[in-house]
C-alpha cells in the first residue's frame, strides 16, 4: 500500500534537497506535484486540499526560511502533517463497558470482514483478553461455516445458530454464551452490504441497539478507493463507528482509502490486516505509517516482528554458537525459518531507513523460491550431514539433489553460502575486518 505514493513524493523531495534556497515559486511547484500524487493514490480531493493549505502555510513561513536545509524542512513538515491527517495511533477502548467487552465488525461485502475477526481475535489473545466470536452472517453463503473453520483453526471459542435467526438475536445469545464461556471480548460479526441499503442498515442499527458494543469497527478493503469516502460516511452517520480497519494492505492498492476515511470521519484507524494468513494483522501507527510512504524505513515494527519471530534466549544460545564456531546447517535451517515468518523480503526492506527504494530490486516470487528451495535441500539431509557438512562427498550431494528436486550445483550453493558466512564469523570473532568483497576497506 502506498508504493507508488511513496516513489512519488520521495521524487518531489529529492528535487528540493538540491535547491539551495526555498522560493515560494519552488514551494508552489513542490506542493502541485505533491497534490497529484495525493489524488494519483485517491485520496479524497477535499481531503487533498485542506492537506496542501496546512504544508503550504508552513512552507512559505518562517520555520523554513530561517532553516539551514529548506529542502528537508518541507520534508520534516509533510512528515507531521501526514502524521495529524492519518490521526492518533489505534488502540481498543474498553472503558465505560463490562465483561465481555463487545465488538461490532460492519463493512461491505468481500472486505475480509470474517478473517479479520478471526485475527482480531488472535491479537486480543496475545493481549491476555480471553475472545469469543459469534456468527450473525445470515446473509453470505457459508459466512457461518467460515466462523466455525477460522474459529477451530485459532482454538477460539464461538457461536453460531445458522441462518434461520435474526441477526440481533444471535448477537445477544452470543454474547449471554460468551459471558458463561468467561471470554474478555465478544466479536460480532455481521453480514456485508451496501452503506445505501437501508433494510440492511437498520438490522446493524437494531444489533448496536441490542448489544451496547464498546467497538464498531469499519473493516475497509483499501483497495476502495475514491468511494471510500461515501462508504465511512454512511456508516458513521447510521451506526457511528468508533474506527477502521484497513484490509488488503499488502495488495497494489493506491492507499488513499486509509487517508480519506479517518480525514472525514475523524474516527481512528485501529488495525492494518494483511493477506489471508491469521498472523498478518498489526496495530496501526501513524507515524510508521507516515515514515514508509517517505521512505524513512519503519525500524520499531521492524524490531516488533523480530522480537515476534526470535526468542531472546534462543538468540543468546545462538549467538554462542556463532562465536564458538558451533554454527551448523540446522541453525541455519531454523534462522531461515524465523526470517520468512516475518514477512516478505521486500516488505522488511522498506522498514529499513534508506533500503526503501532497492525493495522495488527484488523479485519476491524469487527469492521466496529460492528461500524454499534452500529448506528443501537442508531438509534432505541427515541430522549428522547438517551438523557434519564436512561429510558432504559427491555422492552424498547427488543423493540431497535428487531428494529435493534441484541439482548438484544448487545443493553446492548452499554449502558455500553456509561456508561464507561461518569465515565471517571467524573473522569477526578474531577481531579482524570482514574479507568479503565491496566491504568497506578491502582491496
Do not use: C, W
Not at 211 to 219: H, K, S
Not at 223 to 245: C, D, K, P, W
Amino acid at each position: 500500500m502506498f508504493e507508488n505514493l511513496s516513489e512519488r513524493l520521495q521524487g518531489i523531495f529529492d528535487n528540493l534537497g538540491r535547491v539551495g534556497k526555498l522560493t515560494e515559486k519552488d514551494v508552489d511547484t513542490a506542493m502541485r506535484e505533491v497534490r497529484l500524487a495525493l489524488l494519483e493514490a485517491d485520496v479524497s480531493l477535499l481531503v487533498v486540499k485542506d492537506f496542501i493549505k496546512r504544508v503550504k502555510e508552513r512552507a512559505i513561513g518562517a520555520e523554513v526560511a530561517k532553516s539551514l536545509k529548506p529542502g528537508q524542512q518541507v520534508v520534516k513538515i509533510v512528515h507531521e502533517e501526514l502524521i495529524a491527517t492519518l490521526g492518533e495511533a489505534g488502540r481498543l477502548n474498553f472503558s465505560g463497558s463490562t465483561k465481555p467487552h463487545v465488538i461490532m465488525l460492519v463493512g461491505l461485502q468481500g472486505a475480509g470482514k470474517t478473517t479479520t475477526a478471526a485475527k482480531l481475535a488472535v491479537y486480543l489473545r496475545k493481549e491476555g483478553r480471553d475472545p469469543f466470536l459469534i456468527a450473525a452472517d445470515t446473509q453470505r453463503p457459508a459466512a457461518v461455516d467460515q466462523v466455525v473453520i477460522l474459529a477451530k483453526q485459532v482454538n477460539v471459542p464461538y457461536y453460531e445458530e445458522g441462518t434461520r435467526s435474526r441477526p440481533a438475536e444471535i448477537a445477544v445469545n452470543g454474547i449471554k454464551a460468551a459471558k458463561e464461556a468467561n471470554a474478555a471480548v465478544a466479536i460480532i460479526d455481521t453480514a456485508g452490504r451496501l452503506q445505501i441499503d437501508d433494510t440492511l442498515m437498520t438490522e446493524l442499527e437494531e444489533i448496536k441497539r441490542r448489544t451496547q458494543p464498546a467497538e464498531i469497527l469499519l473493516v475497509a478493503d483499501s483497495m476502495t478507493g475514491q468511494e471510500a469516502v461515501n462508504i465511512a460516511q454512511g456508516f458513521n452517520s447510521r451506526v457511528g463507528i468508533t474506527g477502521l480497519i484497513l484490509t488488503k494492505v499488502d495488495g497494489d492498492a493506491r492507499g488513499g482509502a486509509a487517508i480519506s476515511m479517518r480525514e472525514v470521519t475523524q474516527v481512528p484507524i485501529k488495525f492494518l490486516a494483511t493477506g489471508e494468513k491469521i498472523d498478518g494483522f498489526e496495530v496501526f501507527h501513524p507515524d510508521r505509517l507516515a515514515s514508509r510512504i517517505l521512505g524513512m524505513g519503519d525500524v520499531l515494527s521492524l524490531i516488533e516482528k523480530a522480537e515476534e519471530a526470535f526468542d531472546e534466549a534462543e538468540a543468546l544460545k545462538l549467538q554462542k554458537k556463532l562465536m564458538e564456531n558451533q554454527f551448523t546447517l540446522q541453525d541455519f535451517l531454523e534462522q531461515l525459518q524465523k526470517i520468512r515468518k516475518m514477512g516478505p523480503i521486500n516488505q522488511l526492506m522498506g522498514m529499513i531507513p534508506g533500503m526503501d527504494r532497492m525493495k522495488n530490486q527484488i523479485n519476491q516470487e524469487e527469492a521466496e523460491q529460492r528461500m524454499k528451495r534452500v529448506e528443501a535441500i537442508i531438509n534432505s539431509m541427515t541430522k549428522n550431514e547438517r551438523n557434519n557438512p564436512k561429510v558432504l562427498n559427491a555422492s552424498r550431494r547427488r543423493r540431497i539433489a535428487i531428494g529435493s528436486g534441484v541439482q548438484v550445483r544448487d545443493v553446492n550453493e548452499v554449502l558455500k553460502q553456509f561456508r561464507d558466512m561461518q569465515t565471517l564469523m571467524g573473522q569477526l570473532r578474531k577481531g579482524r575486518m570482514p574479507n568479503i568483497p565491496g566491504f568497506p576497506g578491502m582491496r
